[in-house]
C-alpha cells in the first residue's frame, strides 16, 4: 500500500502543507496545479507555489470521532474538522493532534471552532511494521496552547566570525510527561516518533537561526530510534524543512544519517564546522540534529531497568560563520570498543551490559575527553562557565562535574535529565542549549557527550554578543518547554502506548 | 421528436445482509422481477446499463459484464457505471438517440462481506484527503451540520428543534419501512432513541442518523415510448434525468452548508421536465443521514436555505404522513429512505426509482400516497461520494 504512487503523492503535499496561487485571479489550492481553474489556459506559468508549512490557520468546523477507520484505531478519540488558511481561500482537513481524550469526556465543539491552529509534522497512521511510514502535516495543535506559532523570518547575516560556531538551535520536546521517582520525563504523543522530533528540531533551529534553509549544504541526524534500519530520518527532515536549494521534488543538499549511541549528533559537531570553515567548499551552513523516542524494555523484561529514565526529544544545531551565536573553541574525541550497551539489529530494545556500565564506560570516557581538551587548551574549571555532561540519570553528570572539580553553578543549569528524561542522542545537546538560553556574551562553555559503544565528545564554546539578541527570535526554549502550563502527566499504561506509537 | 423513454417494469430485492448470496443471484433476482413486472423474456432486451460502486473492492469481481453475460445467456452490450443513476441516466440517452427500445438497468452492492474494512474503502475512494487526515464516512455530515448551525447562526431553543427535527427523520422513515417488505430494517424507533444514540456517542449525529450498510439489487427496464406503451399501459415517463458534479474533497468547496452539485441538477432537471417545483409532491431523496434529507430538501428548493428544519419540526409533531411545507404537501422517502429501507450504493438508486415508479403506477400498496389532487410526478434524487455527483430524476404518470 504504501509504495503506491498516490501514497508518495501525499507525502509530498501533505509532508509540508503547500500549493499554488494564481497570480492572475489570486485563487488558491492546496494542490499543486499548473493552471487554474477560473483562469484557464492563460493561467498557465502563471502559478506561484504557496507554502503554510510556518503559517497559522483556523480550525472552522470540527467534530469528534470516536470511531475512526482502521488505520486510525490506534488513535483513541480525536478532534477532526475543516482548517482554513488565508482567510478561507484555502480550506483542508484536520485532525488534532497531542490531546488525549477520554472515552466518556464530553467535547464542546464550539468552543474549539474559529481558534487558530498550527500545522504540525506527524505520522498519518498505523500501517504495518514492514511498510514505509506515512507522515502528514494536516495535524494540527492550537497557536496558544504548548507549541505557539512563530513566524520563520529569513534575515540578512550582519556580521562573519573567524571560527565556525553555532547560528541557531531548537529543542522540541512532547506535552506529555510521566513523573516518576522525582523525574519528569517527555513522552511523545502516540503519532510522534525519532523523525518528527528531528523535523520539529530543526525546524525551530531555522526560525531560531533566521537562516535561509536553502543555505544549508548538509543535514546529519544522528539518533538510535529511527524507526527504520534502511532509510534515513535526515531525507525526511530535509524534504520537509526544504533544506537546500529546492530543484524540482530534489533537495540540493547532502543529508545523511549518523550512529553512535548518545553520542551520533554531537560526534558531527565538529564535521559540520570543519565543513562549514573550509576554504574551497562554499558550504555557508551545515545543520546536525540529535533526536530519540528513548527505547526502554517494559520494566519486568531483561533491559527494563532503562524504562525508569527514558526521554523524547530533539535537538538541532546551525553551524556556520555569520552571526554565530557561540564558537567552537576546540574539540576532542576519545573512543573504545566497550560493550556496555547495544541493541542487536531487529531487537526492539536496547540492553545494559551489566558490570560495564558507569566507571569502565560513562565516566572513563567523558572523564577522558575532557581532560584532554582542557589540558589542550589549557583549561583550569574556573575558566569555564558552564560544564554539560551527557545526562542517562541525574547521578552519572554530577558525580563526573564534581570529579572534574565544577561547582554547581557551573554544571546544575544543564541538567535536564529531570525534566524530561534522557533523550539519547538529544541529551547532552538539549543541556547545552539549556546553556545557551541564559548564558552572557563571552562566557565559555565545556561539553561533554558520551555514545555507549563507546566514546565522548568534548567540545569548547565561546559565546558571542549575538547569543543576547538572537533570543528573541524563540519563544521555545528549554525552560518553556519544561515548565509550560499545558503539559500533560499520564499513567505508566499510558506512557507505554505512546511510546510504542503507531 | 427524439423517443421518449419511459419505465415499464421495476423489481428488487430486499435490502440488508445477504450474507449466503453470490452478487450476481441478488442481480438475477431483482432482473427476473422487472421482467415478470414489465412482462418480458431476457430475449427481449437489447442492452444492459448496469451499476456497482465497488464490487472490485468488495467482492473482487471485475469485467461485470462476463458473469452478468453468463448468467442471464445474453450477448447484448452491457456496461458498468458507478451509480444506478448514471446507468439509468445512459439507458435514457440510448432510448433518445434511437439506439435501442428495451433496456435493463440494474444495479447491485454487497456492502457487508467487506464490514470490517467498507468505511475505509468508503472514505478512500471517496475523500482521499479527509481520509488521510483521519476523516470518517460520518464526519462529514457532522462538520456540514456544524457548517449549517454557524452559518445560519442557529441558536438556543432553535438549535434543540434542529436536532429534534433529524431525529424526527430517522423516526418518519423508519415508519414509513414498516410498509416496505424490501426494507432493512422494518420497526419503529422514537426520537429519544435516536438523541440517545447521539448522547452516548458525544457527536452531533449519531447511530440512528445515519443510513446502514447493506446488500442488495434493483433493477427497472425501460423502453421506448413507443414500444413501451405496447408492453404496458401504466407505462412511467422519465421527463428528465439531470446530473451535475463538485469537488471530490468537501473541505475544498466553497460552500459546505449544502450540495450545489444538487441544486444544478435540479434547475437543469426542472427546465428540461417543463415542469414547475411544486408539481413535484413526492420525492426519494438520499439520506445517507437524517441531515442529508433536510438539506436536500433546501439544495432541490422546497424550503429556504437554513429553513427546513422548521417545516420538518412542525410536520413530525403529529405526522400525517408528509412534510407540510408553505401548506403543501411533500411525501419524501415512502420507502423509508435509505436509513430504513438501506443503502447498497449501485442498487439504491434503483430502490428510489423503483418507489416512485410504484406510487405513480399507484401500486405501492400500503405505502401508496393520496394528495389532494392527483400526483402526476415525482422526483428522485442520487448522490455519489458526499455530493461529489448528484442526480436528479424527474419521473411522470402515465397519463
Not at chain 1, 499545558?486 to 506512557?495: A, I, R, S
Not at chain 2, 443521514?289 to 417545516?311: H, N, P, Q, V, Y
Not at chain 2, 413530525?316 to 403543501?328: L, M, P, T
Amino acid at each position: 500500500m504504501s509504495s503506491e504512487p498516490v501514497e508518495r503523492r501525499v507525502s509530498y503535499m501533505g509532508d509540508r502543507l503547500r500549493g499554488r496561487r494564481c497570480q492572475i485571479c489570486g485563487k488558491e489550492y492546496f494542490e499543486i496545479r499548473d493552471y487554474c481553474g477560473n483562469c484557464g489556459r492563460k493561467s498557465f506559468g502563471k502559478m506561484e507555489n504557496i507554502d503554510f508549512f510556518y503559517e497559522k490557520g483556523r480550525l472552522e468546523l470540527c467534530t469528534l470521532v470516536n470511531e475512526p477507520t482502521n488505520k486510525f484505531v490506534k488513535f483513541g478519540n480525536y478532534i477532526y474538522g475543516v482548517v482554513s488558511f488565508h482567510n478561507g481561500k484555502i480550506k483542508v482537513p484536520g485532525r488534532l493532534t497531542d490531546r488525549i481524550i477520554g472515552d466518556k469526556e464530553a467535547v464542546d465543539f464550539s468552543a474549539l471552532e474559529g481558534r487558530e491552529v498550527v500545522p504540525r509534522f506527524r505520522r498519518r497512521y498505523s500501517v504495518g511494521r514492514s511498510e514505509i511510514i506515512p507522515t502528514i502535516s494536516l495535524a494540527f495543535t492550537f497557536a496558544d496552547e504548548y507549541y505557539p506559532h512563530q513566524e520563520y523570518r529569513v534575515v540578512a547575516p550582519k556580521k562573519e566570525y573567524d571560527k565556525p560556531g553555532i547560528v541557531g538551535y531548537g529543542v522540541y520536546t512532547s506535552r506529555f510527561r510521566i513523573r516518576e521517582n522525582n523525574m519528569e520525563r517527555a513522552v511523545p504523543f502516540i503519532d510522534e516518533d525519532a523523525i518528527t522530533a528531528a523535523v520539529e528540531a530543526g525546524k525551530l533551529a531555522l526560525i531560531h537561526s533566521g537562516v535561509d534553509s536553502m543555505l544549508i549544504g548538509k543535514i546529519y541526524v544522528g539518533s538510535e530510534s529511527n524507526p527504520y534500519a534502511v532509510k534515513p530520518i535526515a531525507s525526511k527532515v530535509a524534504q520537509v524543512l526544504r533544506l537546500g536549494e529546492e530543484d524540482e521534488d530534489v533537495q540540493c543538499v547532502d543529508a545523511v544519517d549518523t550512529e553512535f549511541a548518545c553520542k551520533a549528533a554531537t560526534s558531527m559537531f565538529k564535521d559540520a564546522a570543519a565543513l562549514v570553515s573550509h576554504p574551497k567548499f562554499s558550504i555557508p551552513y551545515a545543520m546536525v540534529i540529535g533526536a530519540d523516542n528513548s527505547q526502554a524494555a517494559p520494566r519486568d523484561c531483561p533491559g527494563g531497568e532503562l524504562d525508569l529514565f527514558v526521554g523524547f526529544g530533539g535537538c538541532a544545531f546551525i553551524f556556520g560563520k555569520n552571526d554565530v551565536v557561540a564558537e567552537i573553541e576546540g574539540w576532542c574525541s576519545c573512543t573504545s570498543d566497550t560493550p556496555d550497551f547495544w541493541r542487536r539489529d531487529g531487537e526492539p530494545y536496547p540492553m545494559h551490559g551489566g558490570r560495564y556500565t558507569g566507571d569502565p564506560a560513562y565516566f572513563k570516557h567523558v572523564r577522558k575527553a575532557a581532560r584532554k581538551l582542557m589540558e589542550q587548551l589549557n583549561l583550569k574549571p574556573g575558566d569555564i562557565n558552564y560544564f554539560v555532561a551527557h545526562q542517562p540519570n541525574a547521578y552519572f553528570p554530577v558525580r563526573i562535574a564534581k570529579e572534574l572539580g565544577f561547582s554547581e553553578e557551573q554544571y546544575l543549569p544543564s541538567l535536564q535529565v529531570a525534566k524530561f528524561g534522557n533523550t539519547y542522542s538529544g541529551s547532552s545537546p538539549i543541556g547545552l542549549a539549556a546553556v545557551l538560553d541564559i548564558a552572557k556574551p563571552d562566557e565559555r562553555i565545556l561539553m561533554v557527550s558520551y555514545g555507549s559503544g563507546a566514546g565522548s565528545d568534548a567540545y569548547s564554546f565561546i559565546t558571542t554578543s549575538q547569543i543576547i539578541e538572537k533570543r528573541g527570535c524563540q519563544k521555545i526554549s528549554v525552560k518553556y518547554l519544561a515548565e509550560n502550563p499545558f503539559l500533560e502527566y499520564v499513567d505508566y499504561q499510558t506512557y507505554r502506548r505512546l511510546k510504542a506509537g503507531l | 421528436m427524439p423517443p421518449r423513454p419511459v419505465i415499464v417494469g421495476a423489481g428488487r430485492t430486499k435490502f440488508g445482509e445477504h450474507y449466503e448470496k453470490q452478487p450476481e443471484r441478488l442481480i438475477e433476482e431483482a432482473w427476473l422481477r422487472a421482467s415478470e413486472d414489465a412482462g418480458l423474456e431476457r430475449k427481449d432486451l437489447e442492452a444492459c446499463y448496469l451499476s456497482d460502486y465497488f464490487l472490485l473492492l468488495t467482492n473482487k469481481l471485475g469485467l461485470e459484464e462476463g458473469f452478468l453475460s453468463e448468467l442471464t445467456e445474453l450477448h447484448v452490450p452491457m456496461s458498468f457505471t458507478r451509480s444506478f443513476s448514471s446507468a439509468f441516466a445512459d439507458a435514457c440517452n440510448a432510448i433518445q438517440a434511437g439506439k435501442y427500445d428495451v433496456i435493463l438497468v440494474g444495479g447491485i452492492e454487497k456492502m457487508t462481506d467487506r464490514w470490517d474494512k467498507i468505511r475505509d474503502d468508503l472514505m478512500l475512494l471517496g475523500d482521499p484527503w479527509s481520509y488521510y487526515a483521519g476523516g470518517t464516512p460520518e464526519s462529514s455530515h457532522e462538520l456540514m451540520l456544524r457548517a449549517y448551525i454557524k452559518q445560519h447562526g442557529i441558536t438556543g431553543d432553535n438549535l434543540e428543534k434542529l436536532n429534534v427535527a433529524l431525529a424526527q427523520i430517522s423516526v418518519k422513515n423508519h415508519l414509513h419501512a414498516l410498509k416496505n417488505e424490501y426494507a432493512q430494517f422494518q420497526r419503529k424507533i422514537t426520537v429519544e432513541q435516536v438523541l440517545e444514540a447521539r448522547r452516548s456517542a458525544r457527536r452531533p449525529l449519531g447511530l440512528y442518523d445515519f443510513a446502514p450498510i447493506s446488500d442488495g439489487a434493483a433493477a427497472v427496464i425501460i423502453a421506448s415510448e413507443e414500444v413501451g406503451r405496447k408492453l404496458t399501459d401504466k407505462p412511467v415517463y422519465v421527463l428528465a434525468s439531470a446530473s451535475a458534479t463538485d469537488y471530490l474533497s468537501y473541505h475544498a468547496r466553497e460552500d459546505l452548508t449544502g450540495f450545489v452539485a444538487t441544486r444544478l441538477a435540479m434547475q437543469r432537471a426542472l427546465e428540461t421536465a417543463g415542469i414547475r417545483l411544486w408539481d413535484i409532491q413526492l420525492l426519494e431523496v438520499y439520506d445517507q443521514s437524517t441531515l442529508m434529507e433536510m438539506i436536500s430538501l433546501e439544495d432541490l428548493g422546497f424550503c429556504k436555505r437554513g429553513e427546513a428544519w422548521k417545516a420538518i419540526f412542525m410536520s413530525c409533531r403529529d405526522y400525517k404522513g408528509y412534510y407540510e411545507i408553505n401548506g403543501r404537501k411533500l411525501f419524501v422517502n415512502m420507502n423509508g429512505g435509505l436509513k430504513a429501507d438501506g443503502n447498497p450504493l449501485g442498487a439504491t438508486g434503483g430502490a428510489q426509482i423503483y418507489e416512485v415508479y410504484k406510487q405513480l403506477r399507484g401500486e405501492a400498496g400500503d405505502r401508496q400516497v393520496k394528495g389532494d389532487g392527483e400526483i402526476r410526478f415525482g422526483g428522485v434524487v442520487e448522490l455519489e461520494g458526499f455530493g461529489t455527483k448528484s442526480h436528479v430524476h424527474i419521473l411522470g404518470g402515465f397519463r
